[in-house]
């Protein structure tokens, strides 16, 4: 994912849904437990961990940002006992090679915006615990999905996205640990919706309402089918300009768009590239 977008205002945040995209997207990512913070920390900042259980689930983290090429610039001060970088999620895997048991860790804190507040933190099992491998700054990993690889490799398909001055962009993407840092992350597909924003003659409706894995094309690799909404809505005559006008999203049919795995990435399908090009369109307003 591109953190492009969260250099035009210093209002983009970054986001998860939670609940609203419960069900949406296959993940395998999931809040750690407490053994596996305990674990995981001791490998990342093994003086300065914290991890307890606490009302919301475990929380765990670095008291300050590891000297593991974490920056500081968008540290901030933190109340005792609380993390300035902390562990969010974490996804198991076999990332950069087969037969090795590896995991990336998602953190936020310590970094700033133009690395979305956070990055994630690869780790290998070894026979004496859990070693840091890499860390990239900018990579939120909280809800991604292991795409096992025929030479027993997992990529990772994620979603991702911002939110800021009634604008949401969503993100679907692949990350792809084997590859230099700067080329990991591959938007596969993503969506604009402006219906809360200001200022805008013509608002868009943009939304991925569901993204599933199946063999499309019979190669057994499983490909992405993606439904996803979108259209167009005009504000009342007279209150194209009020922030406060409440605009009625309307019913959107579904578009299917599907992506074939080739040649170790995802590729819109033939049958869905008129879809994509409309949507791309639609979306760029």
Known sequence: MSGDRVAYCLLWVVFTEGALWAG??????????????????????????IAATGQHGVNAGCKSCPDIGVSEVGASSVASGEA????QAVTYGSFTRERVQEVVASFSGCEPHVNNFGGSVLLEETATGWKVKSYQPGF??????????RNGRDLLLCHGGYVGQGQIYNDIFSFDYTLPPDQRTKTIFSTTDTVDACFLDQ???????????????GDGMPDIAMGVE?????????????????????TVKIQELDFLFTDGTFKVAPWSVQTKQALDALFAQ
């Open 24 to 49: 949406k997207f296959p993940t395998d990512s999931h809040p750690p437990t407490l053994e596996a913070a305990h674990d995981l920390l001791h490998a990342v900042c093994p003086a300065d961990a």
């Open 84 to 87: 300035a970088f902390s562990l």
């Open 140 to 149: 939120i990993s909280d809800e991604c999905s292991k795409y096992a690889l």
């Open 203 to 217: 608002r868009v409706v943009g939304s991925i309402e569901y993204v599933q894995l199946r063999d499309l094309n």
């Open 230 to 250: 979108g259209t167009t809505v005009k504000p009342r005559s007279g209150h194209e300009h009020d922030c406060t006008e409440a605009l009625a999203r309307p």
